[in-house]
Structures are given as C-alpha cells and as structure tokens.
C-alpha cells in the first residue's frame, strides 16, 4: 500500500541533543513538507522540498534541518539550538496542485 | 505575504444545528485550496480540493465552496462524530503549502 510512514511515534529528546525524525513515502511525490503542530494550534510550515538536492525554509526553520538525497525520504533534525521542541510533527507529500497526504506524526518531547 | 485565516477558532453547535466555517486567503499565485479534518494525535484527513472561484464539493454532510477570496465549509446537520478540527490549506505556485490554524468544532447530542 502506498503512504506516507513518520518514525519514530514518539521521541524523548535530553537538553542540548540533537534528534532526527524520519519520513518515507512511496507515492512517487515530488514535493515534501514537515510541520510543527502545537496544542490546539494549527500547522506552521517548517521546511519544503520540491526536488531531490533542492528545499526551502518555511516560516519557523530556526532550530531546523532537512535532507533530499532521495525522492522517498525528507528527514527532519531538530538541533539543540531549537529551545522549545516539545510539539507534535508531521509529514506530508504532494504532486503539484493535488491533495497531500499526511503521515501519522512523531510527537518529540524534551526531558 | 501568502496568509492563510480561519475563523471561528472554536465552534460548538448542537447535534442537527447548520453551521458554516471560513477560510481567508491572501496569496499570491493560488495552485489549489484544501480542506482536512483532523482528530486528536493523528495527521489530517483529506477532505477537498478546490481550483477556481465558483466551484463547490459536497460529501455526505459537508459542502465546500470557493470564491477569489475565501472559502466556507458548510455542515448541515451536523452529528457528535463530525466533532474534530477542521483545517483550510492553500498551495501557491511555488509548491509552498500554508494552513490556516484550524477551526475545532464539538457536536453536541
């Protein structure tokens, strides 16, 4: 079956770490997103990719990273210089002017 | 700046009682508009798509329209398992996908 797969689920992350989350897609999507998702919020872009080797900050990048070394997979690392992590991420992937697809998201808390 | 607003933020209606909830966009180059419903702990659901201003989708108790500046989700009838958060998404031409922050609605029996 065809979809998106966020792991890990949840993800304990100590002061000072760094902690990356994963996103894999088999639909053949071009373009890929990650979201952070606060309580009761709505979905604030992080970072964007439209082609392998090409992506874009969205409107909260501080404190992020990404990688598109392959059309499937978009992590996500969270550094130690992102000072409030604690939310609840997600990933998505589209064909242009189409629906995206969600995964079931990676909730990272810091202990 | 591409800008994405949803209103109400919350909404809480009886079981049966019509609502409506809306969407403003201000961007620029508009690809698509996209509803979802979200639950509590999950990614979001995939409702509708709309391209042009006049075009409408309808699905069971739920009906999206869209004109050049908004969009409005109507629910008609609505019933204690449509309770969730409803968000409004929009696809520039640069790929870049913005949501609105959502409006969460409880159905009440």
């Known amino acids: 079956d065809g979809g998106i797969t966020q792991s890990p689920k949840y993800l304990f992350r100590k002061e000072g770490q760094n902690v990356t989350l994963s996103c894999e897609q088999n639909?053949?999507?071009?373009?890929m997103y990650w979201y952070r998702q606060d309580p009761g919020q709505g979905l604030r872009l992080i970072y964007y990719?439209?082609?392998?080797?090409?992506?874009q900050k969205g409107d909260i990048a501080e404190g992020y990273s990404v990688s598109r070394e392959k059309k499937e997979s978009f992590p996500l690392t969270v550094t130690s210089a992102q000072k409030n992590p604690t939310a609840f991420y997600l990933c998505?992937?589209?064909?242009?002017?189409?629906?995206?697809?969600f995964g079931q998201g990676t909730r990272l808390t810091v202990v | 700046e591409d800008q994405v607003t949803q209103s109400p933020e919350a909404l809480r209606l009886q079981e049966g009682e019509s609502s409506s909830l809306n969407c403003s966009y201000t961007?620029?180059?508009?690809?698509?508009l996209f509803w979802y419903r979200q639950d509590p702990g999950k990614g979001p659901e995939f409702l509708f798509t709309?391209?042009?201003a006049g075009e409408e989708k309808e699905k069971e108790r739920l009906k999206a329209t869209l004109t050049k500046k908004e969009s409005f989700l109507h629910i008609t009838a609505p019933k204690p398992e449509d309770s969730a958060t409803y968000l409004c998404?929009?696809?520039?031409?640069?790929?870049?996908?913005?949501f609105g922050t959502g409006t969460r609605l409880q159905v009440f029996p």
């Open positions: 998505a992937s589209t064909l242009r002017g189409a629906e995206a697809f």
């Open positions: 639909l053949n999507h071009d373009a």
């Open positions: 990719s439209q082609i392998v080797n090409d992506f």
């Open positions: 961007v620029s180059g508009l690809r698509g």
């Open positions: 709309l391209y042009s």
């Open positions: 998404a929009v696809q520039v031409n640069t790929d870049k996908l913005i």
